[in-house]
């Protein structure tokens, strides 16, 4: 009796092995099939636009598949997870190894920082942004608290400040006025600043917030500023600010049609910056037109939940 237990436990170990082996095969196919068509995913209450922003972090399921794979002795897995490799190889690994431009060609530096409402020391917040060395620096969440202008002013002479949005200047500001995003308050202004060169178009925005389920305000506050930015002429442009938006989410598509990404174009990785922790999503962005980028990064400052975006043009 015993003799035919051991004999059938040995016979029916490699069945439920190969079973096993066959369906990390298949999340292995199917991983590598989200990855390619997420975005025909439907966007109901914003599953698609989450599974868009989440795209990038789903490498993290290839090494996992491998070495299950590897402690399964499965050919047949450790074949399927080559599938989802190559497709995210192919789609995100370029973000890594692209070269660096040559920072000796920066003649203009921005930094973009969400202060995080309720910030309990926005000075040291602002004042790890003023090291940076940047010369436009654009602040979303701003409160009245007199703590920050202390800290800027003598750097930064030239202020535009609508509600809760601002734009630090070292260059004179000549024109500032607020742009109607459709959230029934103003939280963006569009401004002309004498930079090097000739005059340079600076957008600061904080767009509308995404909730669990619920995508629909921010969805109208990218389409009300892509708008915008599409009826306006200036030729040497950029767009600061947190937008609530990461640039793989579909709703991003047409403000990416209008502006190119610093981030994508001379940073390195993904720059992701919220939460501040341990950022897993990139919402706050460095936009740009009629300019070239020549650096881009994430900085690290006290008290907001939001790393700071930085980067460099000519």
Known sequence: MGERSG?????????????????????????AAVLIGHRAIPNIRGVGSLVDSVTPLLGVGVPLLALGALLRRSRIALLAVLLPATVWAALYAGAWLRPTPAQSATTLRVVSQNLRAGNPDPAATVRALASA???????????????????????????????????????????????????????????????PGGDLTVYVAHLGSVRAGDTATRDQTVSALATRLRADPARRLLVLGDLNTASTDRIFAPLARLLGDAQADAGRGFGFTWPAAVPVARPDHVLYRGLTATAAGVLRTPDSDHRAVTAGFR
């Open 133 to 195: 060395g940047a010369d436009l620096i654009a602040l979303q969440e701003v409160t009245s608290d007199d703590r920050v202008d202390e800290v800027l002013s003598p750097g930064y002479p030239h202020r535009a400040t609508v509600s809760t949005v601002s734009l630090y200047s070292r260059y004179p500001i000549r024109e500032r006025v607020g742009v109607d995003t459709g959230l029934g308050w103003t939280r963006a202004l569009r401004a002309v600043v004498a930079a």
């Open 7 to 31: 004999t059938r436990w040995w016979r029916t170990r490699p069945s439920r092995g190969r079973r096993r082996g066959r369906l990390l095969a298949g999340v292995a196919a199917l991983l």
